[in-house]
């Protein structure tokens, strides 16, 4: 808790590959250069007959020529009508010839603008893909995008120049899929080469690799990971010591008097044995639950979400004052930080700590993390192909430098700093981000006033500024991008840094209008340039910022309120209004993190609704 007092193909000449988006969730690819992209749709939903009269099963490979039934117009377009290899289906008006790629078989060419195939599939499971498509082009080939059940899946794209119409080349991406049974469309929009877009063999849609590139920082969008619940009976050492209940209530069963927390978690994937029994209860008559991370199956189960919501990892908090070696609280933590490397490792996402300083006394600041860090050198954390590293060494983060009511000192930092670049062992060096001041630029408002503070501000290798409550709606957050992000970015990259802004969902009093107010913040801060992102946070509902799932309504919080003064009625997300699902701001983050890997285009609105 920091406090101040988200065949698929080719974009351009240059392979850049992206991914098919998910029916209704995507943008349209057509553009103004797609010929028929209203009859395309059309013809998807009266589309023909699966080619050998059985929908083509995916995960598979189904040939370009192997198209559906039904002619033109129902299962192709050709606005030439005619089969000018003459070969294989010879009746039909689409382009086929024999193929001297490997295996041998036909392929489909002389594809002009406009034309389209359709090929009705069955999808075994929903999920994210693998897609591969062969293709062949003499010369720059021209643009296409697919459809899925009549909508645009993929934004227009480019086939390579591959030096001849049957010398072949492999395109990857991912695509994702809803199960069941779908007419994806091959859809040619423009042409450059002899009016040809170019030649099609094969597409196939296979396991996807959902593995997180853990090898660099860049491109990623990381959630802060908090993993500081904890409740009696959990046979964690806290429990053990007689303090259990950890962050949902102060050390004794969370009741209305007592409790901690703004947003109550969605329990319903949780199974019984997971789930501790508070003294609130349910609109239904049974105990309000909640749960420990202590467990790893319930950490591991945050890391299944990540993965099923294509979400790439985080950075787990590690409080310095509850670092101390051989306490409860010490061995608590490396109790969350083993479950985080077990669930990053089982579920192949990414993950890193973050030291954060606040409250600690200043002489123990150093020699604590250092001593932390040792242990995770000494127990192979750092060493796990989960764990993030960037430019091969492990990252590491320390939030508080710099902030008014912190401890530390300009020199503490500086050895720090000194001390993870270049004077730890070899196996302790780190790629160092800091987690300063919103202000650190100026020196203003959160900044301590030490001038030594700027030089250590721009020591970090990523500087990265708390900005959670700086402003509280789309409009201020438009505002912080203009009158602070693009100067704060112009600097870092003046200094040779990253730059990593944080964004919120919002908060306790700070509405989140639907999304709308996290969303406008990803807008606004990757429309300035920026390529790195950190979310506060993924399961922090002590102050209402979490992202993960949580009670979209009431009829998934206790039927009693909080009763002290100072904390407000539980937040569920129909607060604004509108029925959310309670997984809403993992599909929202999805579609954010889709952008950064270049499958879907970057708007300004929020790009799903419920």
Same mark, same amino acid.
């Not at 720059?140 to 072949?168: E, R, Y």
């Given at each position: 808790?920091?406090?101040?007092?988200?065949?698929?193909?080719?974009?351009?000449?240059?392979?850049?590959?992206?991914?098919?988006?998910?029916?209704?969730?995507?943008?349209? #690819?057509?553009?103004?250069?797609?010929?028929?992209?209203?009859?395309?749709?059309?013809?998807?939903?009266?589309?023909?007959?699966?080619?050998?009269?059985?929908?083509?099963?995916? +995960?598979?490979?189904?040939? %370009?020529?192997?198209?559906?039934?039904?002619?033109?117009?129902?299962?192709?377009?050709?606005?030439?009508?005619?089969?000018?290899?003459?070969?294989?289906?010879?009746?039909?008006?689409?382009?086929?010839?024999?193929?001297?790629?490997?295996?041998?078989?036909?392929?489909? @060419?002389?594809?002009?603008?406009? =034309?389209?195939?359709?090929?009705?599939?069955?999808? %075994?499971?929903?999920?994210?893909?693998?897609?591969?498509?062969?293709?062949?082009?003499?010369?720059?080939?021209?643009?296409? !995008?697919?459809?899925?059940?009549?909508?645009?899946? &993929?934004?227009?794209?480019?086939?390579?120049?591959?030096?001849?119409?049957?010398?072949?080349?492999?395109?990857?991406?991912?695509?994702?899929?809803?199960?069941?049974?779908?007419?994806?469309?091959?859809?040619?929009?423009?042409?450059?080469?002899?009016?040809?877009?170019?030649?099609?063999?094969?597409?196939?849609?296979?396991?996807?690799?959902?593995?997180?590139?853990?090898? &660099?920082?860049?491109?990623?969008?990381?959630?802060?990971?908090? #993993?500081?619940?904890?409740?009696?009976?959990?046979?964690?050492?806290?429990?053990?010591?007689?303090?259990?209940?950890?962050?949902?209530?102060?050390?004794?069963? +969370?009741?209305?008097?007592?409790?901690?927390?703004?947003?109550?978690?969605?329990?319903?994937?949780? +199974?019984?044995?997971?789930?501790?029994?508070?003294?609130?209860?349910?609109?239904? #008559?049974?105990?309000?639950? /909640?749960?420990?991370?202590?467990?790893?199956?319930?950490?591991?189960? !945050?890391?299944?979400?990540?993965?099923?919501?294509?979400?790439?990892?985080?950075?787990?908090?590690?409080?310095?004052?509850?670092?101390?070696?051989?306490?409860?609280?010490?061995? *608590?933590?490396?109790?969350?930080?083993?479950?985080?490397?077990?669930?990053?490792?089982?579920?192949?996402?990414?993950?890193?700590?973050?030291?954060?300083?606040?409250? =600690?006394?200043?002489?123990?600041?150093?020699?604590?993390?250092?001593?932390?860090?040792?242990?995770?050198?000494?127990?192979?954390? /750092?060493?796990?192909?989960?764990?993030? !590293?960037?430019?091969?060494?492990?990252?590491?983060?320390?939030?508080?430098?710099?902030? &008014?009511?912190?401890?530390?000192?300009?020199?503490?930092?500086?050895?720090?700093?000194?001390?993870?670049?270049?004077?730890?062992?070899?196996?302790?060096?780190?790629?160092?981000?800091?987690?300063? +001041?919103?202000?650190?630029?100026?020196?203003?408002?959160?900044?301590?006033?030490?001038?030594?503070?700027?030089?250590?501000?721009?020591?970090?290798?990523?500087?990265?500024?708390?900005?959670?409550?700086?402003? @509280?709606?789309?409009?201020?957050?438009?505002?912080?991008?203009?009158?602070?992000?693009?100067?704060?970015?112009?600097?870092?990259?003046?200094?040779?840094?990253?730059?990593?802004?944080?964004?919120?969902? @919002?908060?306790?009093?700070?509405?989140?209008?639907?999304?709308?107010?996290?969303?406008?913040?990803?807008?606004?801060?990757?429309?300035?340039?920026?390529?790195? *992102?950190?979310?506060?946070?993924?399961?922090?509902?002590?102050?209402?910022?979490?992202?993960?799932?949580?009670?979209?309504?009431?009829?998934?919080?206790?039927?009693?309120?909080?009763?002290?003064?100072?904390?407000?009625?539980?937040?569920?997300?129909? %607060?604004?209004?509108?029925?959310?699902?309670?997984?809403?701001?993992?599909?929202?983050?999805?579609?954010?993190?889709?952008?950064?890997?270049?499958?879907? &285009?970057? =708007?300004?609105?929020?790009?799903?609704?419920?």
């Amino acid at each position: 808790m920091k406090t101040t007092p988200t065949r698929y193909l080719l974009r351009s000449i240059t392979p850049v590959f992206i991914g098919m988006c998910l029916l209704s969730s995507c943008s349209d #690819g057509g553009g103004s250069g797609s010929a028929t992209a209203g009859a395309s749709a059309k013809a998807a939903a009266s589309a023909g007959s699966p080619y050998g009269g059985k929908a083509w099963p995916l +995960p598979g490979t189904i040939q %370009a020529e192997d198209f559906d039934t039904g002619g033109q117009n129902v299962g192709y377009y050709n606005p030439g009508n005619a089969n000018q290899g003459g070969q294989y289906r010879k009746t039909e008006g689409v382009g086929i010839e024999a193929t001297s790629d490997t295996g041998a078989g036909y392929d489909v @060419g002389w594809t002009p603008a406009g =034309e389209w195939l359709n090929y009705t599939v069955n999808v %075994a499971a929903a999920g994210n893909y693998s897609a591969q498509v062969r293709v062949a082009s003499q010369g720059q080939g021209g643009t296409f !995008h697919f459809n899925v059940d009549g909508v645009s899946a &993929t934004p227009q794209l480019t086939i390579p120049d591959t030096k001849g119409w049957q010398n072949w080349q492999t395109l990857s991406s991912n695509i994702t899929l809803s199960a069941g049974q779908h007419v994806i469309q091959l859809h040619l929009d423009s042409v450059v080469n002899g009016g040809l877009a170019g030649n099609f063999n094969w597409f196939s849609i296979g396991n996807a690799s959902t593995v997180v590139d853990a090898g &660099t920082i860049d491109g990623k969008h990381m959630f802060g990971y908090q #993993g500081w619940f904890a409740c009696n009976g959990d046979g964690s050492p806290l429990s053990a010591a007689g303090n259990g209940w950890r962050h949902w209530a102060p050390g004794a069963t +969370p009741n209305p008097q007592n409790v901690s927390v703004d947003m109550w978690p969605d329990m319903r994937d949780v +199974p019984a044995g997971e789930r501790c029994n508070t003294a609130f209860v349910m609109p239904d #008559g049974s105990p309000a639950t /909640l749960y420990s991370a202590w467990n790893r199956s319930t950490v591991n189960r !945050h890391f299944e979400w990540m993965k099923a919501y294509g979400l790439d990892g985080v950075f787990l908090q590690e409080f310095v004052v509850e670092l101390a070696p051989g306490s409860a609280d010490r061995r *608590f933590r490396d109790g969350v930080t083993a479950n985080v490397r077990a669930g990053a490792e089982a579920n192949g996402r990414a993950w890193a700590v973050m030291y954060d300083i606040s409250g =600690e006394k200043s002489e123990n600041i150093i020699p604590r993390i250092k001593d932390h860090w040792a242990a995770l050198a000494a127990d192979g954390s /750092l060493a796990s192909s989960r764990y993030l !590293h960037q430019g091969g060494r492990p990252v590491i983060s320390i939030w508080g430098m710099g902030f &008014t009511g912190h401890n530390a000192t300009p020199a503490q930092a500086n050895e720090l700093i000194d001390w993870f670049t270049k004077n730890a062992p070899d196996n302790q060096r780190a790629f160092v981000i800091g987690g300063v +001041p919103s202000r650190w630029r100026t020196m203003g408002d959160d900044s301590l006033q030490d001038p030594a503070w700027a030089d250590v501000y721009r020591r970090f290798d990523v500087i990265s500024p708390w900005t959670v409550g700086r402003y @509280g709606d789309e409009a201020g957050a438009q505002a912080w991008r203009r009158d602070v992000i693009a100067p704060d970015l112009a600097e870092a990259k003046r200094v040779g840094r990253r730059y990593m802004p944080v964004m919120f969902p @919002g908060g306790r009093n700070l509405p989140r209008k639907g999304g709308r107010f996290w969303w406008t913040q990803f807008y606004e801060f990757k429309s300035a340039g920026n390529n790195i *992102f950190y979310t506060a946070m993924f399961d922090e509902v002590d102050e209402g910022t979490a992202m993960y799932k949580v009670a979209p309504d009431k009829s998934l919080i206790p039927t009693e309120p909080p009763a002290s003064t100072n904390r407000p009625p539980f937040i569920t997300l129909d %607060a604004d209004g509108e029925s959310l699902s309670s997984d809403f701001y993992l599909r929202l983050a999805r579609e954010a993190n889709r952008v950064l890997s270049g499958a879907r &285009t970057l =708007e300004p609105t929020r790009p799903i609704s419920q």
